[in-house]
């Protein structure tokens, strides 16, 4: 499902001549202006989750929740040097989110942004071994802006049973991403923010006959369904009915559950239900998968 850096979409020549080249810019008119963006989906499921947002000059991920290894060796695969990577973006504290946060802050000096609960959060997870150093930690407030480079990035609250939870839109010149993961119901806040998008991350994490039917503990089921939960397949598909515009090109359904999911079946539900022309694919959980947002 994954493309190779050749055959990534669109717009890959500057991708190709990254050392000789600055940022594209198109200028349309005084006050708006056209870069080159790339969307990387490094891994996406509950063994981990991971993506690079950049231009082609630098970078950011959203979550490491698979390990630093595999980072370095799927963005070099697209000619990504971790050289160019400049923040780590955290959406909450589970593992499978920030399994290498800290190896990427103490080892790569990256700063790690997530506001102060989920800093908190990941302090007190016993399974991250390696601690995140105070000098490398940035505390961040759901819905105020803040700005890496060209990118600016507001985060919002979503419902999830972590120490906290946010969801993140990445402007980047006249695109918009949205990125909401790891949901149990979708707010106000989200629907008005995939109105307004480009391009959208979106969980859809089981097909509800599935989970009900499986093999999962019923209190792990309860878990899932409820309000702090996940989203499903059936969730998604309804609130991009009810929020998606024209404006939105793709969707990039994310989390999927390996035991209570199928990728066709998650695309299939989705686009059902949507009253737009907005593409929809389903991220893999353990290979890469590329973007150009046009």
């Not at 990504?80 to 080892?107: C, F, N, P, Q």
């Not at 802006?145 to 600016?152: G, L, Q």
């Not at 119901?185 to 989970?211: H, K, V």
């Not at 409820?226 to 397949?233: A, I, K, P």
Request: some cysteine.
């Amino acid at each position: 499902m994954g493309s190779p850096p050749f055959l990534c979409l669109t717009s890959f020549l500057p991708w190709l001549v990254l050392p000789f080249i600055r940022i594209e810019r198109i200028f349309v008119e005084e006050d708006k202006w056209f870069m080159s963006v790339r969307l990387i989906s490094l891994a996406s499921g509950s063994s981990g989750n991971c993506y690079f947002v950049g231009t082609p000059e630098y970078g950011i991920l959203i979550d490491a929740g698979i390990g630093s290894r595999t980072i370095k060796k799927r963005l070099k695969e697209y000619g990504i040097d971790m050289s160019r990577i400049l923040a780590v973006l955290v959406t909450h504290d589970h593992y499978d989110h920030v399994k290498s946060v800290a190896v990427l802050g103490e080892v790569y000096h990256l700063p790690i942004y997530s506001t102060e609960k989920v800093h908190l959060g990941i302090s007190f997870n016993k399974k991250v071994t390696e601690k995140l150093s105070p000098a490398n930690m940035r505390v961040i407030e759901n819905g105020v802006p803040f700005e890496i480079k060209e990118m600016k990035i507001t985060s919002f609250p979503l419902p999830h049973d972590a120490k906290d939870n946010s969801g993140y839109v990445i402007e980047v010149g006249d695109k918009t991403l949205t990125i909401a993961t790891d949901l149990g119901n979708a707010t106000s806040e989200l629907r008005a923010y995939i109105a307004n998008s480009d391009y959208l991350i979106l969980e859809s994490n089981y097909d509800e006959d599935m989970l009900t039917n499986g093999s999962y503990p019923e209190v792990l089921k309860r878990r899932i369904l409820g309000s702090n939960g996940h989203l499903s397949n059936a969730d998604a598909a309804q609130l991009l009915s009810e929020s998606a515009t024209d404006k939105l090109k793709q969707v990039c359904l994310c989390h999927l559950s390996k035991e209570n999911n199928h990728p066709n079946l998650a695309v299939e539900t989705v686009s059902s239900q949507l009253k737009t022309k907005t593409k929809v694919v389903a991220l893999p959980r353990n290979e890469a998968y590329c973007l150009d947002l046009i």
